[in-house]
């Protein structure tokens, strides 16, 4: 096998080849080259780069990299991918396509670590003598068969009783509540905006990270997501109490799953209140009706709410392969010695977890 490294400025002259990996292997939206150009677009700086492995007139592996510090190397990660950007064949050896990767790399770097993979789409390696894996986050998934009302009498009490009291308080106060759902390209930018308005007038604006139509994670928004409204895969859902706006999830489709990438709330509503919740039940309604997506994905670090909604819950993890076995053995040691329990290493350089990891939603109790 041989790999060919080039600036990820090229990315574009290679996004077809991209583009039927990931369909031949996990066929994840978070990886189609609808998702990876904007992020290199925004959030790259320039210092990243294009991994291309051809063995026998195929290519059977692609990465977008970069140097983390001295010696190290990593998957590109910024925070608004929930995944690591490694595509390969699901024929291809793990262990060696990384080993080899590694001694191609330039500057003799010692350890490459893959960050962010999901179990559900890559079975986790066993460690071996160059090769360790180390959980990252657990994360959720509602899968969709039977009916609705199956799926909803599963769930528990207080869930399915605080929504319906919920609804009636709605009723009495003479409150519409509807769900709208916008997937045309022209819909995106308003969506982002709107978006943006809502959560900059929750706890995000304080730290700076809320999106915004002109800041870096605004573009990102509208650009990916109106590359997905053109072939009908993107869908912003948004939940109206009257011609009041009060809830909105970011969503995209593909590979038989639907993403809720964001999802932001009217944080100045009564506690009486969670549109949120709301709308995450007449989504699923929706989705078990249609049968458009076999999963509902959440992302991000599972939460107390998130179980309220299912019980599916699976780990990820990340990979570090070091170029000697002796190296590994060290670092082992070394972490025994600071502390760190079973000598279990970090990977080249720890994310920053995903925004969705990061976001909560109000009790209902």
Request: with cysteine; net charge neutral; glycine share 8%.
């Amino acid at each position: 096998m041989k790999w060919t490294l080039l600036p990820a400025s090229d990315y574009p002259a290679h996004a077809a080849r991209w583009q039927e990996l990931n369909r031949a292997s996990v066929d994840s939206p978070l990886l189609d080259a609808d998702f990876v150009q904007p992020l290199l677009t925004e959030f790259g700086e320039g210092r990243e780069w294009l991994a291309v492995c051809g063995h026998g007139g195929r290519t059977v592996a692609m990465a977008l990299l970069q140097k983390s510090r001295q010696g190290a190397w990593q998957t590109f990660q910024p925070s608004q991918q929930p995944m690591g950007m490694w595509l390969q064949l699901p024929d291809q050896d793990l262990s060696a396509l990384m080993d080899s990767l590694l001694r191609s790399l330039p500057g003799l770097p010692l350890v490459l670590g893959l960050t962010q993979f999901d179990s559900g789409l890559h079975a986790r390696p066993a460690d071996g003598a160059q090769l360790r894996t180390a959980d990252y986050i657990s994360t959720a998934r509602i899968t969709i068969a039977g009916t609705f009302e199956e799926y909803w009498a599963a769930r528990g009490k207080n869930l399915r009783s605080n929504m319906k009291k919920q609804r009636a308080k709605l009723a009495k106060e003479g409150i519409a509540s509807r769900m709208e759902v916008l997937r045309a390209p022209a819909d995106m930018a308003q969506a982002v905006a709107d978006y943006g308005v809502m959560e900059s007038a929750g706890w995000k604006a304080g730290g700076g990270t809320a999106i915004h139509p002109d800041n870096d994670q605004g573009r990102f928004y509208r650009s990916m997501l109106e590359n997905f409204a053109r072939r009908g895969a993107a869908s912003v859902h948004r939940y109206w109490f009257g011609d009041r706006l009060v809830a909105l999830n970011l969503c995209i489709e593909g590979g038989g799953a639907k993403i809720m990438l964001k999802t932001t709330y009217d944080e100045s509503l009564s506690s009486q209140y969670s549109p949120a919740f709301l709308l995450c039940e007449e989504t699923c309604q929706a989705l078990f009706h249609e049968r458009g997506a076999a999963r509902l994905e959440f992302y991000g670090r599972v939460m107390e709410w998130h179980l309220r909604w299912t019980d599916e819950v699976r780990s990820m993890y990340h990979i570090t392969h070091y170029r000697w076995p002796a190296l590994k053995s060290l670092h082992t040691l070394v972490n025994k010695l600071r502390g760190g329990g079973a000598g279990q290493p970090a990977p080249a350089a720890e994310p920053v977890p995903p925004a969705a990891a990061r976001h909560t939603e109000p009790s209902t109790e």
